[in-house]
């Protein structure tokens, strides 16, 4: 196991079809690696389904170990890995919350009118924006990712977000800043490649 | 505008982070972000520079949205771990840290336990909520002590035996970075029993005095450092109480006694008895009160029959739950209601051989129950439990598993079960939580950890010497190790520990809080 959180183990420069023949033969590390490089995505692929992240967490973990189950039956058709791993956790997506009670219930009156806010033109590109920021956190190093994580999204402060990660809090607001710098290109990085794509398309 | 060492940037951004999280708490409520932060990165309509944008739209992401690296380590670690058997390697504590199969936290008073001990240890176990005679637990019966120590399956087991292979957690908990020791604060007689702070000034324990011939409920209103006793408790009552009192304020608390509950509002310095009028009723088992007119309640009946009864009137009068959602061999090891109706309770299910994990959430203050699976949890000698809140509750099991319970705004309850982080190496003496994620371990090393996100990570506290005495007190427990730990903030905790002078009666108190006022 390596030390850094979310940081890949040595063998991470293998292609996935790569790490999947080790795999099959029994290389643990070309197993963690594949579960590294891939889980986000399945991650998030529930997050349209609850907010809870321990849930998601869980959903995630179910279709590693589903496609663990299978990998002996699995034929590498040059398809990426991670459609593989969408398409177990799409089909436990349908199976759980088909199975499991309603989750949406209506509270009170109905609105006569459409409600305030973004309409669905609106709300696809706050998706997309969304969508894209998340991709560029995913490349940013693994110590950038836990500042910003815990500084702005769990809220804590610089001493605490220092005591939890063995850093002062004049260091953690500098690491903040660079976080910051990091993710800005990044993002660059990101709209070049969707820009990119709609040239292609 | 830059330092050259960066100084002036860092608070910058520093001051524009901390607006944001102002900002998100302000409109906490709404439906989603203002208008503004979807622009990561670029100036925002409402005039945001580039840089408060991103931060905008970083603050707006949900947790769901954004996991922690740490949950990426969990998941690979589950799938090696997976196709990896390790019959040969237990990943429980040191056999030198092995005792004697003791009890369970809610149990029976430590003179009394010398008793039992010489003949069954880890009967205790199930014995703990009511003290019955002829409980139909059918476990209650007497065995070989220490008979689970010397013949634990752990040995031979692979390292995860949950139910769900989903929801096995095998690297789950790391140690980052360390925070406050421990300190001595006080020292109190009592009748080793509970500890339960309401807040970081205000803790309650069953005290002892006049040579423990007497009981009553002592306060502290400085943090553990001194305690007054209560009225002394009525006679011919349980011979114990057998959960912790539950405070709707910090000097207004009620407690069960017998087939009664005792109702204080002056911090039990004097109470009244209110008789609990269900039918056939024979013992109050635990209680939680949100409010003063709010309370739930585990009775068991004459029948054997357990089940939640609910009152609005203050205790004044009672009302059977709907359903049967208890079983009569279920202990109910916590119970937390709050005021908005969520309630949990914690239960310990199974045999002896194959204890099990189980929680009940309600989503209507007591009236209807949601029953979670069963989770087993690999040779449970001895559980630790605390619900934080009514939808939160942790169970642990001395020698190295925590089993974190979650109940969704729905009702529906969830079991995570995960082990010790190998970095601990010692058993399990006490937890306690202060929220749904901010919760502590006391370990016998001794050492406090704590979490801020339900076990993904932990810091360490090393707890203070508290003696010097080397040797062990009769019933194993080490002299230093704490017995009852109440964390009422999530900045710290209250903790009771033998002191290690032989004198069963003496505890020190521990505390990593300032008392920030009497009450």
Not at chain 2, 126 to 138: E, K
């Amino acid at each position: 196991m390596v030390d850094v959180p979310g940081a890949e183990p040595p063998g991470s420069h293998l292609d996935d079809s790569a790490l999947l023949a080790l795999a099959r033969s029994g290389d643990q590390r070309a197993l963690e690696t594949l579960c590294r490089r891939n889980w986000r995505p399945v991650y998030r692929s529930f997050a349209r389904y609850t907010s809870d992240p321990a849930e998601a967490e869980d959903l995630t973990q179910e279709v590693f170990l589903r496609a663990l189950r299978s990998l002996p039956r699995y034929t590498d058709r040059g398809v990426p890995y991670l459609a593989y791993l969408l398409r177990i956790a799409a089909n436990l997506a349908r199976d759980r919350w088909r199975a499991g009670p309603a989750r949406v219930v209506p509270v009170g009156d109905l609105p006569d009118g459409p409600a305030p806010g973004p309409g669905p033109d609106g709300l696809a590109v706050a998706s997309d924006a969304r969508a894209t920021l998340l991709r560029a956190l995913d490349q940013l190093r693994p110590e950038h990712r836990t500042v910003l994580r815990l500084r702005i999204l769990e809220g804590r402060p610089a001493s605490e977000v220092g005591a939890m990660t063995d850093r002062s809090p004049a260091a953690v607001r500098q690491l903040s800043v660079r976080a910051l710098a990091a993710l800005r290109a990044a993002l660059e990085q990101q709209r070049g490649v969707v820009a990119a794509d709609s040239g292609r398309d | 505008m830059t330092d050259l060492d960066g100084t002036g940037d860092g608070l910058r951004v520093d001051r524009l982070i901390d607006q944001a999280i102002a900002r998100r708490a302000a409109a906490n409520g709404a439906t989603g972000p203002p208008d503004g932060a979807e622009t990561a990165g670029r100036a925002g309509p409402d005039g945001l520079g580039p840089e408060e944008a991103l931060i905008a739209e970083l603050s707006w992401l949900r947790p769901v949205d954004w996991p922690a690296d740490e949950a990426g380590d969990r998941i690979a670690a589950a799938v090696t771990a997976a196709t990896a058997t390790t019959p040969d390697q237990p990943t429980g504590p040191r056999p030198d840290h092995d005792r004697p199969a003791a009890v369970g936290y809610l149990r029976t008073p430590r003179r009394r336990r010398w008793l039992a001990l010489g003949a069954a240890a880890v009967a205790l176990l199930v014995a703990a909520v009511f003290q019955l005679t002829g409980s139909p637990h059918p476990t209650a019966g007497p065995g070989p002590a220490g008979s689970r120590t010397s013949q634990s399956p752990r040995a031979t087991a692979p390292a995860t035996q949950t139910q769900h292979p989903a929801r096995t957690w095998l690297t789950a908990m790391r140690v980052v970075a360390r925070t406050a020791a421990l300190r001595a604060v006080g020292a109190v007689n009592i009748d080793d029993n509970f500890l339960t702070c309401v807040s970081r000034s205000v803790c309650y324990v069953q005290g002892s005095s006049d040579g423990g011939k007497l009981d009553d409920i002592a306060r502290s209103v400085d943090g553990g450092a001194t305690w007054s006793a209560g009225e002394t408790l009525p006679a011919g009552g349980p011979e114990e109480f057998t959960a912790q009192v539950s405070c709707p304020h910090p000097l207004t608390c009620f407690a069960p006694y017998g087939a009664s509950l005792l109702e204080t509002t002056d911090g039990f310095a004097h109470y009244v008895v209110l008789p609990v009028d269900l039918p056939s009723l024979t013992q109050v088992g635990v209680v939680s009160c949100p409010t003063t007119l709010d309370c739930v309640a585990v009775v068991r009946l004459s029948d054997g029959r357990q089940t939640f009864a609910y009152s609005h009137d203050g205790g004044g009068s009672w009302t059977e739950g709907r359903a049967r959602t208890l079983s009569s061999g279920d202990i109910v090891a916590a119970l937390r209601c709050d005021r908005d109706g969520a309630c949990i309770a914690a239960l310990i299910i199974g045999t002896e051989a194959t204890p099990l994990v189980g929680a009940v959430s309600s989503t209507d203050g007591g009236l209807s129950w949601t029953r979670s699976r069963s989770y087993s949890i690999v040779d449970m000698q001895q559980y630790m439990v605390s619900c934080a809140n009514g939808q939160n509750c942790l169970i642990g099991s001395n020698d190295g598993y925590l089993a974190w319970v979650h109940a969704t705004t729905s009702g529906h309850v969830g079991i995570r079960v995960q082990p010790f982080p190998k970095s601990w190496d010692a058993l399990g003496d006490a937890v306690a939580c202060a929220s749904g994620p901010d919760c502590f371990v006391a370990t016998s090393s001794p050492q406090l950890e704590a979490t801020r996100n339900a076990g993904h990570t932990w810091t360490l506290a090393p707890a203070a010497p508290i003696t010097q005495a080397g040797n062990t007190s009769d019933d194993g427990l080490l002299p230093d190790s704490i017995v009852y730990l109440s964390c009422p903030v999530r900045a710290g905790c209250v903790a009771l520990a033998n002191d290690g002078s032989g004198d069963q009666s003496s505890w020190v108190v521990l505390s990593n809080l300032t008392p920030k006022e009497s009450s």
